[in-house]
C-alpha cells in the first residue's frame, strides 16, 4: 500500500454540520476531506498527529459552475496547500479544482469550527489513522 495523500478527515457530524451550512450544488458531493499533503515524504508522516481530532477554522466559501469549496484555517496541522480548504462539490472536474477556485477569490464567512482526524488516504481506498499500519 502507498500513501496516495495526508488529510484531516471530517467524521460524520462536522460533514453533516458542512453541508448543513452550505449544501451542495453540484452532483459530486464530496466535503470529504482537508488535504494536509499530497504524496506526503516518510518525514512529513512521522510528523503528522496521525489519529488526532483537530479543528478546522471554516472562514471562507466560494462557487462557480464547477465546484464548491470552503476555506479553512487548521489547528494542528499545516497543510502544504496555499489555501486550505474542503472540496464540497464538483461538475465536470475534479476536487483539484478547489484550489483553482479559491485562489480566485472567496467570500468571507462568519467563522466556525468543524473537527476532522488526522490520517493517511491509501492507494487502496483505506484511510490509516495509525503509522504502524502501514
Not at 451542495?24 to 488535504?35: C, D, E, G, N, Q
Not at 506526503?40 to 464547477?66: F, H, M, N, S, W
Not at 474542503?86 to 477569490?105: F, H, Q, R, W
Amino acid at each position: 500500500m502507498a500513501v496516495v495523500y495526508a488529510g484531516a478527515f471530517l467524521p460524520e457530524e462536522s460533514r453533516a454540520a458542512l453541508l448543513s451550512a452550505f449544501p451542495a450544488k453540484h452532483p459530486k458531493v464530496l466535503a470529504h476531506h482537508m488535504t494536509i499533503a499530497f504524496k506526503p515524504t516518510d518525514d512529513e508522516i512521522a510528523a503528522l498527529p496521525l489519529g488526532q481530532l483537530i479543528k478546522l477554522r471554516v472562514v471562507g466559501y466560494a462557487e462557480d459552475e464547477y465546484g464548491q469549496a470552503i476555506a479553512a484555517e487548521p489547528v494542528g496541522v499545516v497543510s502544504k496547500n496555499a489555501i486550505p480548504h474542503v472540496t464540497i462539490s464538483v461538475d465536470k472536474k475534479s476536487p483539484v479544482y478547489s484550489n483553482e477556485l479559491l485562489a480566485s477569490g472567496c467570500e468571507q464567512v462568519i467563522p466556525f469550527e468543524i473537527y476532522a482526524r488526522v490520517g493517511l488516504f491509501m492507494d487502496s481506498g483505506q484511510i490509516v489513522y495509525e503509522n504502524a499500519l502501514l
